[in-house]
């Protein structure tokens, strides 16, 4: 089976700039998460789909951050545009509907802002 | 808001055991989890354990409960290189949402 993919897997731009991330989650997974990872802490849900609906973004800041997931399958996250501070992992995971259901990452797309 | 706390570093000799600890202020928390995190890669799940129980064992993991101080712990058994890497305690929030804490790196030394 195959897993969760991301691409890019590393980006590098200049602050003000935008950029977008994909990631296509395992077949079957009604549920795909975006979460940020800074260097030295845990991951933070950015944003929670189900099917193509937003279950959560309440993390999400909305004045840069954007994210679809069109036909309920792949989901691009995209800043725009980005700071310093926006420098990070960001992992995509899917899982089954409901609670209690294994999230399965991917490699994550590790942003560097200049 | 939700937290999870852990120690950030762990140290130990091969063949020794590894005891990660977490703690948690969610009391309504269905799940607890542990990830594993290795340099460059996503995390992987090594285990979980639901809230009713207070125990859980897989092969050389051992999950320890305790809800009444709201804290987790990871017992690996004879740990070994390959298990160097970061470790992530993780609550469920509503809607399978995970609460991270911010890992605890745990070296193995010969």
């Known amino acids: ?114 | 808001g939700e937290d999870v706390e852990q120690s950030l570093f762990l140290s130990v000799r091969e063949g020794d055991s590894s005891v990660i600890n977490c703690t948690y202020t969610d009391s309504s928390s269905t799940y607890l989890y542990w990830y594993k995190q290795e340099p460059g890669a996503g995390l992987q799940l090594l285990t979980y354990i639901f809230s009713n129980m207070d125990m859980k064992q897989d092969q050389r993991l051992t999950v320890l409960l305790n809800k009444k101080d709201k804290h987790l712990s990871l017992r690996i058994a004879d740990t070994q290189t390959g298990d160097s890497a970061i470790y992530f305690c993780a609550d469920s929030g509503g809607y399978n949402k995970l609460i991270f804490g911010a890992g605890t790196r745990l070296a193995v030394h010969p």
């Open chain 1, 1 to 114: 089976e195959a897993g969760v993919a991301q691409s890019p897997r590393y980006k590098i731009i200049e602050k003000r700039q935008s950029v977008a991330f994909w990631c296509n989650p395992i077949s079957g997974h009604a549920t795909l998460y975006w979460y940020q990872q800074i260097l030295g802490q845990g991951p933070k849900l950015l944003i929670q789909f189900q099917n193509n609906g937003v279950v959560d973004d309440s993390q999400l800041p909305k004045d840069r951050f954007s994210a679809e997931r069109l036909k309920g399958v792949d989901s691009t996250l995209k800043i725009q545009p980005a700071k310093l501070e926006d420098s990070a992992v960001y992992l995509c995971a899917s899982s089954l509907v409901g609670a209690g259901y294994e999230q399965y990452f991917g490699p994550g797309t590790r942003l560097t802002v200049t």
